[in-house]
């Protein structure tokens, strides 16, 4: 076939891999309790490097148990995940953080989101300040982004108290109807250590909890996960859930779980304890596929034709 000519087939090759990151490639959640994190251990190169490696695979990360009254370690953080290296060039970061919250004046702790401006855009902010008694009370946000199918979402955190775990995750639906109401957006997705296993919350208490009874609610973290890094600990404190089916949707299938930092970077338990003893969790939302929607599907089947006979005729 001397109208075969490499070039254009290494144009269709490359068409056809464009269509298909544009198809695969998701928004990354991640949410991740990482134990107290102050200046002190900010200071700390080895954990600073991989907390930064951790988040700079998501989009939007929530991090909880931050103990960071004057904002030098989540400065510390994003100037870590800014600097200008080839590793991370193509992103750059920002924070949103809650007020330190809590009851112990040795631990209060804030609520902090850090994104990718690029394709983040947080378009509200409210501190709870309702009628229920939270040790540390959820500072939801709401989101924006084109990179996404579902453009527009909120995320309620909460880093429960143990002792009231099981009333604190059924105050969240509390929480749903103001935030959804404020907002006039029913997307909600709840994440962090709710401490909703084992001991904390078991199958006798959950059956008090409206995010269990109301079907409404999908919990995206499943009861046998162990979110926890310790040998000693086997239980799913961690959790990801969101309201309503059209939100349901928009996560990719299987793509809500454990982040195993040691795993993943080759680290001993130690070096991981070193950070937390929680393993981050993430979840992918379906991208909004522009490129895909934006071709003609006439087009796609064509190249898709062309492609196919070029390659039967190698």
């Known amino acids: 076939m001397r109208w075969r000519s490499p070039h254009?087939?290494?144009l269709l090759l490359w068409i056809t891999l464009l269509i298909c990151t544009a198809a695969s490639s998701g928004f990354t959640i991640c949410s991740y309790n990482v134990q107290r994190f102050t200046i002190n251990k900010a200071k700390s190169y080895k954990v600073i490097h991989t907390l930064t490696r951790v988040l700079s695979r998501?989009?939007?990360?929530?991090?909880?148990?931050?103990?960071?009254p004057d904002g030098k370690a989540i400065a510390a953080l994003l100037k870590s995940l800014n600097r200008a290296t080839?590793?991370?060039?193509?992103?750059?970061?920002?924070?949103?953080?809650?007020?330190?919250?809590?009851?112990s004046a040795e631990d209060m702790q804030k609520y902090v989101f850090i994104y990718r401006v690029e394709t983040v855009n947080v378009t509200g902010q409210d501190q709870y300040k309702g009628k229920q008694k939270f040790v540390r009370p959820p500072f939801a946000i709401q989101v924006q982004s084109n990179k996404t199918a579902i453009k527009s979402f909120i995320l309620v955190p909460l880093h429960s108290d143990p002792d009231q775990a099981a009333q604190e995750i059924d105050w969240l639906y509390d929480v749903f109807l103001e935030?959804?109401?404020?907002?006039?957006?029913?997307?909600?997705?709840f994440l962090g250590d709710f401490h909703a296993a084992c001991a904390y919350v078991t199958r006798t208490t959950r059956k008090s909890i409206r995010l269990y009874k109301n079907s409404n609610f999908s919990w995206l973290i499943g009861d046998k996960v162990d979110t926890t890094v310790s040998e000693d600990t086997n239980c799913a404190y961690d959790r990801i859930v969101v309201h309503g089916e059209p939100f349901l949707k928009t996560i990719q299938p299987f793509s809500a779980g454990v982040f195993d930092v040691g795993k993943e970077f080759k680290?001993?338990?130690?070096?991981?304890?070193?950070?937390s003893d929680h393993h981050p969790l993430k979840v992918v939302l379906k991208s909004s596929a522009l490129f895909l929607r934006a071709?003609?599907?006439?087009?796609?089947?064509s190249l898709s034709l062309v492609l196919r006979s070029l390659l039967f005729a190698l």
């Not at 998501?58 to 960071?68: F, N, S």
């Not at 080839?86 to 009851?103: E, M, N, Q």
């Not at 071709?295 to 089947?301: C, G």
């Open 8 to 10: 254009l087939l290494q």
């Open 58 to 68: 998501c989009d939007l990360a929530l991090l909880q148990h931050v103990v960071d």
């Open 86 to 103: 080839d590793r991370y060039d193509d992103f750059s970061y920002k924070s949103v953080a809650s007020k330190a919250l809590g009851t």
């Open 179 to 189: 935030v959804s109401k404020k907002w006039n957006n029913k997307n909600v997705m």
């Open 267 to 275: 680290l001993t338990k130690n070096k991981v304890l070193e950070l």
């Open 295 to 301: 071709t003609p599907p006439w087009l796609l089947l």
